[in-house]
């Protein structure tokens, strides 16, 4: 099988404002660590990128919403929607 390189978009997960608000409070902490730890990863290799917002306000325990969606514009991956 062919190996790509991975970005950070890869393991990215969106959500919208209904889809969040139907996980319970062990799925959004999970969602936290796991989104963390894969930041982590990335910088932990040499991706070298600027803190997006979302692990900023994850880091801080800070509300994600700021639109309809967690993520109200991709361009932090290199990719706008």
């Keep these: 099988m062919p190996q790509g390189s991975v970005s950070f978009k890869d393991v990215t ?3 919208t404002q209904e889809e969040w608000q139907q ?5 959004k902490a999970l969602y936290r660590d796991v989104m963390l730890e894969n930041y ?3 910088v932990s ?5 600027t803190k997006p917002d979302m692990i900023r306000k994850l880091e801080q325990g800070k509300e994600l919403w700021t ?4 993520f109200p ?3 932090y991956l290199g990719e706008s929607v």
């Design 40 to 42: 982590c990863h990335f």
């Design 45 to 49: 290799v040499g991706f070298h990128m």
């Design 67 to 70: 639109t309809g969606r967690i």
């Design 23 to 27: 996980l319970d409070s062990a799925q």
């Design 13 to 15: 997960v969106d959500f």
């Design 73 to 75: 514009s991709r361009s």
